[in-house]
Nanobody, 127 residues
Framework: VQLQASGGGLVQPGGSLRLSCAGS????????VGWFRQAPGKEREGVSC????????YYADSVKGRFAIFREHSKNTMYLQMSRLKPEDTAVYYC?????????????????????WGKGTQVTVSS
């Protein structure tokens, strides 16, 4: 299982950015998926996750209404569409997947207990 994240960069406050995470060696549609982030000096936090158990999408309160997670199965790729970005969204963003069917997205969002992680991509929101 390999994950390759891309799409990070510098964006002005209020702007948009789409992160991509291409998977190889497995079928993304069969896995739980998630995006996480870690800001300088802070612990890693869940941004958005979808578990196999219920198939529902969960978002951190700080990004609800601004971010959206989705998958393109034909490309075995997941995305994080980020809109109305704020300086506090600045962080290294990581994608992750997990094959276990037992957990909901809410579990992953809070515990980050995913088996496979991609390398991070830096997002900087600044004027």
């Amino acid at each position: 299982v390999q994950l390759q994240a891309s799409g990070g960069g510098l964006v002005q406050p209020g702007g948009s950015l789409r992160l991509s995470c291409a998977g190889s060696g497995f079928t993304l549609a069969d896995y739980a998926v998630g995006w996480f982030r870690q800001a300088p000096g802070k612990e890693r936090e869940g941004v958005s996750c979808v578990g196999i158990r219920d198939g529902r999408t969960y978002y951190a309160d700080s990004v609800k209404g601004r971010f959206a997670i989705f998958r393109e199965h034909s490309k075995n790729t997941m995305y994080l569409q980020m809109s109305r970005l704020k300086p506090e969204d600045t962080a290294v963003y990581y994608c992750a997947v997990d094959p276990r069917p037992y957990y909901s997205g809410n579990y992953y969002l809070h515990y980050g207990d995913m088996q496979y992680w991609g390398k991070g991509t830096q997002v900087t929101v600044s004027s």
